[in-house]
């Protein structure tokens, strides 16, 4: 036998108001537990790591936020967890940062790239004086290095080239790419410090790094057999 539940109007009244409260309180929970998982993070941005640095962009990639810094160089923004932190002004080099739940506040020293065009812009937009950035410029370049930060050369290598390890032969450290290794042969791509070729790199001080690269294959091949396990070029100041 089959039954038929019939509802009167009550009862839809009933279930429609319900329904509507439910989707009400979805509205508003739903919001506000994507707001929850947000938080404040502060910062101070300096340049030669003593000058406050001003009216600076900072962003936060994964929140879409954006905060600018005061005359102190400091910063508040709202982060999400394993947010990145971004800085793109045209007169520094670019800062990227990825941030933890640990992570409370930051102490970010940009790189000035340094040009009498970029003299007049930084100066211009209020982002440092002019006095503080001559003398920076002329006593304090080795805190204006963007590798000034390991402890040697082959780190500052292993962070600019992804793709390198670090090997030892013969009691000898060298960088390898990423690939097949020899056997019978040596595994470590040659290093030019300024064009010089360097068996050991480890007297090259980080501070007085100005870029490293890997030259491209018909650059490499210029250096013969020597060239086979790629070429990392090493400009210093």
């Given at each position: 036998?089959?039954?038929?539940?019939?509802?009167?109007?009550?009862?839809?009244?009933k279930m429609?108001?319900?329904?509507?409260?439910?989707?009400?309180?979805?509205?508003?929970?739903?919001p506000i537990?994507?707001?929850?998982?947000?938080r404040?993070?502060?910062?101070?941005?300096?340049?030669f790591?003593?000058?406050?640095?001003?009216?600076?962009?900072?962003?936060?990639?994964?929140?879409k936020?954006?905060?600018?810094?005061?005359?102190?160089?400091e910063?508040?923004?709202e982060?999400?967890?394993?947010?990145?932190?971004r800085?793109r002004?045209?007169v520094?080099l670019?800062?990227?940062?990825?941030?933890?739940?640990?992570t409370e506040?930051?102490?970010?020293?940009?790189?000035?790239e340094?040009?009498?065009?970029n003299?007049e812009?930084?100066?211009?937009?209020?982002?440092?004086?002019?006095e503080?950035?001559?003398?920076?410029l002329?006593y304090?370049?080795q805190?204006?290095?963007?590798?000034?930060?390991?402890?040697?050369?082959?780190?500052?290598?292993?962070?600019?080239?992804?793709?390198s390890?670090?090997?030892?032969e013969?009691?000898?450290?060298?960088?390898?790419?990423?690939?097949?290794?020899?056997?019978t042969?040596s595994?470590?791509?040659?290093i030019l410090?300024?064009?010089?070729?360097?068996d050991?790199?480890?007297?090259?001080?980080?501070v007085?790094?100005?870029?490293i690269?890997?030259l491209?294959?018909?650059?490499?091949s210029?250096?013969?057999?020597?060239?086979?396990?790629?070429v990392?070029?090493?400009r210093?100041?």
């Amino acid at each position: 036998m089959v039954k038929f539940v019939i509802c009167n109007n009550s009862t839809q009244f009933k279930m429609k108001t319900l329904v509507r409260r439910f989707v009400f309180t979805i509205i508003i929970i739903v919001p506000i537990l994507g707001y929850s998982q947000t938080r404040k993070l502060t910062g101070t941005v300096v340049c030669f790591n003593k000058y406050p640095v001003n009216n600076i962009t900072v962003e936060a990639k994964k929140a879409k936020t954006e905060a600018v810094t005061n005359e102190n160089g400091e910063f508040e923004i709202e982060v999400k967890n394993n947010d990145v932190i971004r800085i793109r002004e045209s007169v520094f080099l670019e800062y990227n940062q990825k941030i933890t739940e640990e992570t409370e506040s930051l102490k970010i020293n940009l790189i000035f790239e340094n040009s009498k065009k970029n003299v007049e812009v930084a100066t211009n937009a209020g982002f440092i004086s002019k006095e503080d950035l001559e003398y920076g410029l002329e006593y304090l370049f080795q805190e204006n290095s963007f590798y000034s930060t390991f402890t040697d050369a082959y780190q500052a290598i292993l962070y600019a080239l992804p793709e390198s390890v670090l090997i030892v032969e013969n009691g000898q450290k060298g960088i390898q790419f990423r690939g097949p290794k020899t056997i019978t042969g040596s595994n470590a791509a040659l290093i030019l410090v300024d064009g010089v070729i360097a068996d050991d790199v480890s007297f090259v001080n980080p501070v007085q790094i100005i870029s490293i690269t890997k030259l491209s294959s018909s650059a490499a091949s210029l250096y013969g057999g020597r060239g086979g396990n790629g070429v990392i070029s090493i400009r210093t100041r």
